[in-house]
T-cell receptor
């Protein structure tokens, strides 16, 4: 089955700096890669996603890049703010298998 | 509109008792998922339902766990003879299609004493 590895497990940055979280996946058939943000005590919520037919997607301060050859994808957050502090999860899934396999999460702390 | 609703929000039970957790997905969403999240850990897949297809039960950790989805809508996750290691937050999610964003509920925090 699919295996998703996520790094780093914790990340601390100064407000205004950029943050990058990386994930690798094992199954080349995976073609959908969402990122979820989970604030303390709350539900995970989608922040951005990418499908395998594109290499990059951007939404304001957040971007995701995908390298299908290397089977890895990354989340980039620019101009970080304290409210970006949360746990971020990457996931991978494929058309014929509905379940999403999640990475173990990255705890991002943005210091004011 | 209404999101995914889960009940109860918290459940404390004694070891050996059975528990039922309920999930009400977003109306019209054909796919429904159960995940488990232990304290400070990631999201562990348990089971998913898609339309009238047979559910994917590959993530259920033991035969004490079962789930059903009635009428293509509400789902119930049942844990029999609960153990302390079952303590976790059980998250339900739904999506309009396979391979599309998951909409999570607030979860049920299960504590087995």
């Amino acid at each position: 089955g699919e295996n998703v590895e996520q790094h780093p497990s914790t990340l601390s940055v100064q407000e205004g700096d950029s943050a990058v979280i990386k994930c690798t996946y094992s199954d080349s058939a995976s073609n959908y890669f969402p990122w979820y943000k989970q604030e303390l005590g709350k539900r995970p919520q989608l922040i951005i996603d990418i499908r395998s037919n594109v290499g990059e997607k951007k939404d304001q301060r957040i971007a995701v890049t995908l390298n299908k050859t290397a089977k890895h994808f990354s989340l980039h957050i620019t101009e970080t703010q304290p409210e970006d502090s949360a746990v971020y999860f990457c996931a991978a899934s494929m058309t014929n298998a509905g379940k999403s396999t999640f990475g173990d999460g990255t705890t991002l702390t943005v210091k004011p | 509109g209404a999101g995914v609703s889960q009940s109860p929000s918290n459940k404390v039970t004694e070891k050996g008792k059975d528990v039922e957790l309920r999930c009400d997905p977003i109306s019209g969403h054909t796919a429904l998922y159960w995940y488990r999240q232990s304290l400070g850990q990631g999201l562990e897949f348990l089971i998913y339902f898609q339309g009238n297809s047979a559910p994917d039960k590959s993530g259920l950790p033991s035969d004490r766990f079962s789930a059903e989805r009635t009428g293509g809508s509400v789902s119930t996750l049942t844990i029999q003879r609960t153990q302390q290691e079952d303590s976790a937050v059980y998250l339900c999610a739904s999506s309009p299609l396979l391979n599309s964003p998951l909409h999570f509920g607030n979860g049920t925090r299960l504590t087995v004493t």
